[in-house]
């Protein structure tokens, strides 16, 4: 590949591939994001290798393996263009039809469109479906059209003209208003105005500079980081080049989660094209600004998510967070002044210098500007990853974009903002989802987690799960963080066993309150909000689980039985079979019976029962 | 165990310069062995003159160390937010129950270890396990008892 040494360069470059492409030519995009590849979507795209050229045709047809579609529930995806269709849920075997069919005859194959659950409808184009409808998709637009792993894909949706344009007229200062002006915030949770943090990184005395990517996505149930870093690695690279340009940083350092080992490849192979091509390391672009950036994998400790545990995780240390009345921005890495923005917040820079400030402080609400991308999981029927305007509600969000709850069932909460964050009720769904207004019920933005839960999630049994997992996530370097989580996680697990005292609610705010106030960093002050959300909004199933010993939900085992109905069994025997300790009894055709005593609740029984004869109180 | 200096060196020699990286040190001899010998970190510790207790601070600290062996297949079941509220607990059961092992432990003819794993990122597919590196969705305690059972059989016929 060719270095590039000047901005003028690097558009000469950009148009001679734009003449180079054949738009009439039909392609075949292969969602090969984490969720789809599991779905098989590898297969399907070594089918398509095979197949076209067994038929002598792959010359005349473009194959692309892209990142994600974000529509992980229909996986695996194939988008066809021209025409923009899309077919869902993709085996081998339909890999042919869609060569004969659709490639070579441009006729549809119906079985593989999409299939409104609302009206039944089969709906063809991609941008048809509601589930992508009502998103804006900004950010996370681009995966999808482009093959992650190649920079001329970039460079011909526009990539990297947002630094062209920086290099060649904007100064530091100038580029950092442009951020202001955009009033874009952290995308990472805590929502600190980007160009606040560019300019006193700026102002901070110090000869070395430094700008980190945050990609440690710890919390369970976020995966756009990810999936950005997999899918359009070079859009995080692009923005982290511009942020260094602007405060004055040699060196960057992006810290991804180990458990991503796609992301760490695209994200390097990224490093090493932007680098040939001297859009990074010396003189960028022929201008005096030079810059470089390594990747640290990250060791698997959840509060390296942190800023301050992060910084001193890449300083080879054990991540422990550090004291935060001297900010990053002026006393980061080695002491050096240093700007760390989440994945997503990089990625939103060469849009905002791209198409102007004023255009995206017009999206969103007053206080938070932009979109924001969501993973959209749990009990939902569309699973996957959704960008939306700020501002959006969490009604719209859950019933239009994510088709309602599974199985007709009824909703119950939301919780957004991953162990953090907290759950919320149905009365607030109508809810504007901003940084402001989710502080206000008690849950944050966070990530962008949002995991929905239903009539058969037990609400206490979410505030446990949550709290168990901050509590071993804790660092254990302050106390109350240390061992008010412990004491508050041995104090639910007694209400889920049923040995709960009412005076225990008490107790749970009381230590909430210590560990708020007391806390060092934010994963001791924003444990508890999972507790106190539910203890809020559901103070009825806490109840119940003290005085009535029942869990509603059917999911504290403590306090369920499985029973089986004797009018619904007919005695096939296969939850005789199933049952790992010989608690069901019966001969054949007979009604079967269950003994309480020996049964240890594992559920077996009802999921192999073909007739709703199990069911659990 | 006789241990291979000669890898040691190499992934030593591939850090010299970098003061910051004992992380990813000891990332690269883990993906080496599949844990972290005691005996390595002690050459190490003498090699890069860092005191062994520092490499012994991040090996215990992070969970993506392990200081002992891992069994042949590796078994690591979602507890992810999403796999949870989609009935994960009882598949871990399943899986410990079925191996007779709990989580973080190695079966005792070394075949098996079982973790667990925050999030995976396939929250689509949940509740999902991860064997040997490849994802099994939408979990059923009957596709992990064909799952398990079926390597058992693959391995007996192979042996």
Not at chain 1, 23 to 33: I, K
Not at chain 1, 66 to 83: A, I, K, N, Y
Not at chain 1, 311 to 321: D, K, Q, V
Not at chain 2, 124 to 135: I, N
């Amino acid at each position: 590949m060719m270095k590039m040494t000047s901005p003028a360069e690097l558009e000469k470059y950009r148009s001679s591939i734009l003449e180079g492409i054949d738009s009439g030519r039909p392609s075949v995009s292969v969602c090969c994001g984490t969720g789809c590849s599991a779905s098989g979507a590898l297969e399907v795209v070594s089918a398509f290798e095979r197949l076209l050229e067994e038929k002598g045709i792959q010359a005349n047809i473009n194959t692309k393996i892209t990142g994600c579609h974000g529509f992980c529930e229909q996986g695996p995806l194939v988008l066809l263009s021209p025409g923009n269709r899309l077919y869902c849920k993709v085996t081998e075997e339909d890999v042919d039809d869609i060569i004969e069919e659709t490639l070579l005859a441009n006729r549809v194959v119906e079985r593989l469109l999409f299939v409104d659950p609302v009206t039944g409808e089969k709906i063809e184009k991609e941008e048809e479906i509601p589930f992508y409808k009502k998103q804006l998709r900004l950010i996370f637009g681009d995966n999808g059209k482009m093959v992650p792993t190649d920079i001329r894909d970039y460079l011909s949706l526009g990539g990297y003209s947002a630094l062209a344009k920086v290099l060649k007229g904007m100064g530091p200062q100038e580029v950092i208003q442009e951020i202001k002006n955009s009033r874009l915030r952290g995308r990472g949770g805590a929502g600190f105005p980007t160009g606040l943090k560019w300019e006193s990184c700026d102002k901070a005395e110090g000869d070395i500079k430094y700008v980190i990517c945050n990609a440690d996505e710890g919390d369970p149930g976020c995966f756009q980081d990810r999936s950005l870093l997999e899918g359009n690695p070079h859009l995080v690279l692009e923005g982290m080049i511009i942020g260094a340009y602007s405060v004055g940083a040699s060196q960057g350092y992006i810290y991804v989660r180990n458990e991503y080992p796609l992301a760490v490849k695209n994200f390097s192979t990224a490093l090493e094209q932007a680098r040939e091509m001297g859009l990074l390391g010396e003189n960028i672009l022929g201008s005096d600004f030079s810059f470089n950036i390594k990747v640290v994998r990250g060791g698997g400790a959840f509060v390296c998510g942190e800023s301050s545990a992060l910084i001193t995780s890449i300083e080879g240390r054990i991540g422990e967070p550090r004291y935060k009345f001297v900010h990053a921005a002026e006393k980061g890495l080695w002491d050096r002044p240093t700007v760390l923005n989440n994945v997503k917040t990089w990625a939103a820079v060469p849009l905002i210098i791209n198409r102007g400030a004023e255009w995206f402080s017009e999206i969103g609400t007053e206080q938070s500007k932009g979109t924001m991308i969501f993973s959209l999981t749990g009990k939902v029927n569309n699973t996957g990853l959704v960008e939306v305007p700020m501002g959006i509600s969490l009604r719209e969000l859950i019933f239009e974009i994510g088709g309602g709850i599974l199985e007709g069932r009824k909703f119950k909460a939301v919780q957004t903002g991953g162990p953090s964050g907290g759950c919320i009720p149905e009365g607030l769904l109508n809810l504007p989802l901003d940084f402001e207004k989710l502080a206000e019920v008690g849950s944050m933005v966070g990530s962008g987690g949002m995991i929905v839960m239903d009539e058969t999630t037990c609400m206490v049994d979410v505030a446990k799960y949550f709290l168990s997992f901050t509590q071993e996530e804790s660092c254990g370097k302050c106390v109350p963080c240390r061992e008010g989580g412990e004491h508050m996680l041995k104090i639910l697990e007694r209400i889920t066993r049923g040995e709960g005292e009412e005076r225990d609610l008490e107790l749970l705010k009381e230590i909430s309150d210590t560990m708020q106030c007391a806390s060092l960093c934010a994963l001791g002050k924003l444990a508890p909000n999972p507790v106190l959300t539910t203890l809020k909004y559901f103070p009825e199933e806490y109840l119940a689980h003290i005085k009535d010993k029942k869990c509603s939900a059917g999911v504290c085992k403590e306090l369920i039985e499985y029973l089986i109905d004797p009018e619904a069994c007919t005695g096939c025997g296969r939850c005789l079979k199933a049952c790992p300790t010989g608690a069901i009894s019966g001969e054949k055709e007979a009604v079967h019976i269950l003994d309480q005593e020996q049964c240890i609740k594992c559920g077996n029984c009802m999921e192999v029962c073909r007739f709703d004869a199990v069911s659990v109180e | 165990m006789t241990v291979d200096l000669e890898k040691v060196n190499s992934i030593i020699e591939k850090y010299r310069d970098d003061r910051e990286a004992f992380i990813a040190l000891l990332q690269d001899i883990s993906a080496e062995y599949r844990y972290l010998p005691e005996e390595v970190i002690r050459y190490v510790s003498e090699e890069i003159e860092v005191p062994v207790s520092r490499l012994f601070s991040l090996a215990t600290f992070y969970t993506s160390f392990r200081l002992e062996p891992r069994g042949e297949h590796e078994v690591q079941v979602c507890m992810g937010t999403a796999c949870h509220v989609r009935g994960a607990p009882r598949m871990l059961d399943k899986v410990t129950q079925k191996l007779n092992i709990k989580p973080g432990e190695t079966t005792e003819d070394k075949r098996f270890t079982v973790e667990t794993v925050n999030c995976v990122g396939a929250c689509a597919l949940g509740p999902l396990l991860v064997y040997d590196g490849k994802y099994y969705g939408k979990l059923t305690q009957r596709k992990i008892e064909k799952l398990l059972e079926g390597s058992n059989d693959e391995d007996d016929q192979s042996s």
